[in-house]
DNA sequence: TGGCAGGCCAATT
DNA sequence: AATTGGCCTGCC
């Protein structure tokens, strides 16, 4: 059989597919994760005694995929350093073991968290999904033809009428918007990785349709500042309720990890402290 | 079946 | 500086 086998008992596919942070990653079935990301396909499927088959040679996962899913982050001890009598925290670690924060592109981050304003999570994975039928270049696969994320030209190029069919509401001018900035290069997304992290959050920012929440996901989530907190309205409940209106400072350093197991855990579970 | 979605903008105090 | 209404439309 084919693929390459990679072990790590701190590694959860599946976990990461329903946690919030990543919109063309699903379980189709029992054991097995697919997703479209970096141009390109893959397939998860767990193995016997803890492994998991990867679809790709061992170069690839070497070069690309073990550190788009941060595998060569020690979790365990961010889960070690809950604060013993943060009973929630420590559930929620328990619970979400297994979700990473994946080192996802900051052009499809910038997007996608556009588009999620206002959307339940199926909603964003429908417009990602249509946006990307229609704008992004099909990738034969095993899995059959799928379609990568659009370049930045297609969707600035792209007519209003084009991008309303893909479910976007009246977050199209946002999206064309973006797209123009990166296009025209007004927007750099790689020279902002050098920028401190407030900086590169102001500069988001300054995107029409990109307010604070938005831009601390493409933080975390498309430049990998760990320390940053996107406060949505699971997060304000967790925050509010659990914690009396601030996170432990302890965690600060990390915080957008801890954020991950959190949300992740109010929403999938609920925000009571015996559940 | 209507109300709600992992917000943001612009107008108003 | 803080508060509030309006916004597109898919999904349960």
């Known amino acids: 059989m084919k693929g390459f086998v990679f072990y790590n008992d701190d590694f959860s596919p599946e976990a990461i597919a329903e946690s919030g942070q990543c919109f063309r990653m ?3 079935k029992e054991g097995v994760t697919e997703l479209v990301a970096l141009g390109d396909v893959l397939r998860i499927s767990d ?11 061992e170069e690839s996962f070497e070069k690309k995929w073990r550190h788009y899913f941060d595998l060569d982050n020690d979790y ?16 929620a670690v328990s619970f979400g073991k297994g979700i990473r924060i994946l080192n996802q592109d900051p052009w499809e981050m910038l997007i996608s968290f556009i588009i999620s304003q206002r959307k339940s999570v199926p909603a964003i994975r ?14 034969e ?11 930045p030209e297609a969707l600035a190029n792209a007519s209003e009428e084009e991008l309303s069919s893909c479910a976007l509401g009246y977050r199209v001018p946002y999206v064309r918007g973006a797209a123009r900035d990166v296009c025209e290069g007004r927007l750099n997304l790689s020279e902002c990785s050098a920028l401190d992290t407030g900086e590169l959050i102001e500069l988001f920012m300054r995107e029409k349709g990109v307010g604070i929440k ?13 320390d940053v907190v996107p406060v949505d309205v ?28 959190l949300f992740n855990y109010a929403r999938l579970v609920g925000l009571g402290r015996g559940e």
């Open 126 to 139: 429908t417009s990602v999904e249509r946006l990307s039928e229609k704008f992004g270049k099909p990738i």
């Open 76 to 91: 365990g001890r961010y889960r070690e350093a809950v604060l013993p009598d943060d009973e929630y925290l420590k559930n």
């Open 234 to 261: 699971w997060m304000k409940r967790v925050i509010d309720d659990i914690y009396g209106g601030e996170l432990p400072l302890e965690y600060r350093n990390y915080a957008g990890v801890i954020q991950q197991y």
């Open 214 to 226: 938005v831009a601390s996901c493409i933080a975390l989530f498309g430049y990998h500042r760990l």
């Open 26 to 28: 699903t379980s189709p």
């Open 141 to 151: 696969s095993e899995l059959g033809r799928r379609y990568a994320f659009p370049a």
């Open 47 to 57: 193995e016997e005694e803890g492994g998991f088959r990867f679809s790709c040679d």
